[in-house]
């Protein structure tokens, strides 16, 4: 079985090489919505797979993270970045180009890094992330599974260790250690209750 959550977000870039000149030479913004889809064959104590309120917490927190931030290419030239680093208080810097392919592709590794990483409290079993769409527009989405977000040789390898969060976004989650936790592997505990 699939379940879905959607998260929205308002975020800014520049996808550098892509075709669109407006798009590669020019900061501009969307009004993202992201459908993380979970996928279990089990049932929890609440005969749920992954109870949503659960993912207002440690899932909504990294999304939320690209709300009102500006999307940096750790590739970009390094004058832009440290521009854009020092006239925003929230931004994050990816190992990849910020494109909706790819943040559909770092919003599944995250995810599953998560899931993998969560002591569950209420039953939950084999739950994975199915996949990840991320809308940049109301017309355009690219949807990323598995075999996408692996896919390092064809895609570009994301390493979790590369992204960066500002100081401000992490001051803004509910556990600010939660990334040095998350590429530590460190277990992160779901809550008994939300």
């Known amino acids: 079985m699939i379940i879905r959550k959607l998260f929205k977000f308002e975020n800014a870039h520049i996808v550098r090489n892509c075709t669109s000149r407006r798009c590669s030479r020019s900061i501009h913004g969307h009004s993202y919505k992201v459908e993380v889809k979970l996928e279990s ?51 994050i810097i990816l190992p990849v180009n910020p494109s909706a392919e790819q943040f559909s592709r770092v919003f599944f590794l995250i995810i599953d890094r998560v899931l993998e990483l969560m002591e569950f409290n209420n039953g939950e079993r084999e739950v994975k992330v199915h996949s990840i769409v991320v809308h940049e527009t109301d017309t355009g989405y690219a949807e990323c599974f598995r075999d996408d977000a692996y896919n390092f040789e064809g895609m570009g390898e994301i390493k979790l260790i590369d992204i960066v969060f500002s100081n401000r976004i992490k001051e803004e989650w509910n556990d600010q250690t939660l990334w040095d936790k998350i590429i530590k592997g460190e277990k992160l505990i779901s809550p008994k209750e939300v």
């Not at 931030?69 to 208080?89: G, M, P, Q, R, V």
Request: net charge negative; no cysteine.
């Open 41 to 91: 064959n089990y049932l929890d104590n609440g005969e749920m797979i992954y109870d949503f309120g659960l993912m207002k917490v440690t899932i909504k927190d990294l999304i939320d993270s690209f709300d009102h931030a500006i999307t940096l290419w750790d590739k970009d030239d390094k004058e832009y970045i440290e521009y854009a680093k020092k006239f925003s208080e929230r931004w």
